[in-house]
């Protein structure tokens, strides 16, 4: 990157980038300055033709507790609202996450709450460790969402589930989260790292053009609904040029 970054940190190591947020002794609070680096990062892993694999996480032990309302200083909260100075940033980070080429993992370390709980849901699967506390708490703060939360965790809870944990502002356990659906995987936290490579691995020898493909169609899927869905399948074409040597040894 043309400037370093001061609150996230981007490591690439062979086919895989690692981007994490990088404010640990503040449980790595989100501001407008961590989003505007996201933002740089994202660009700067799509224009990566040799990463395949991106994993968003938190440094120390937390993903991210959440927005960091000390960052906005004396402004007024409007109607539940953070603002654009977050708002705008966020939602592009979000629209970045989803349309990357590479399937993105949440690697879910610690808390991972409201705004955090928001860009974990953008990502493509999601592994949280045992230790881990999940909830959207904007209830508990007198807040409403405004980066996505109230479409995206229907899709993975169901309707009645995400009114419950909304409303509560219930904090789950890595076990919950995969139990209602939210995510993939549980695994002890030192056990992460390894659990989260043998995915990797499981996907490695599989089509970098298929990964496209299926990340548009599960968007659209989410976005669309059923019947536009299976139209936007069915007459959507993506370039594909793995295919024949891929099934040549199966044709002779």
Known sequence: ????????????????????????EALNAITPTMLGELNRALSDISAQPSTRFVILTGAGRAFSAGVDLKALGDRELVDGKVGDILDVPARRVIAQIEALPQPVIARVNGFCFTGALELALACDLMIAADKARIGDTHAK?????TWGMSQRLPMRVGIAKARELSLTARTLTGADA????LANQVVPLDELDKA????????RPNSAESFVAYKD????????????GLHYEA???YAFTDSGERLAEFRK
Not at 178 to 181: F, S, W
Not at 196 to 203: K, R
Not at 217 to 228: F, S, V
């Open 1 to 24: 990157m043309t400037e370093p970054f001061t609150e996230i940190t981007l490591d690439y190591n062979d086919d895989v980038a690692t981007l994490a947020l990088n404010r640990p």
């Open 141 to 145: 703060w007198g807040l409403r969402p």
């Open 178 to 181: 995969v139990a209602l659906g």
């Open 196 to 203: 989260i490579a043998t995915l990797i691995d499981e996907m």
């Open 217 to 228: 169609l599960y968007r659209q899927a989410e976005n669309r609904g059923q019947a536009a």
């Open 235 to 237: 007459t959507t074409d």
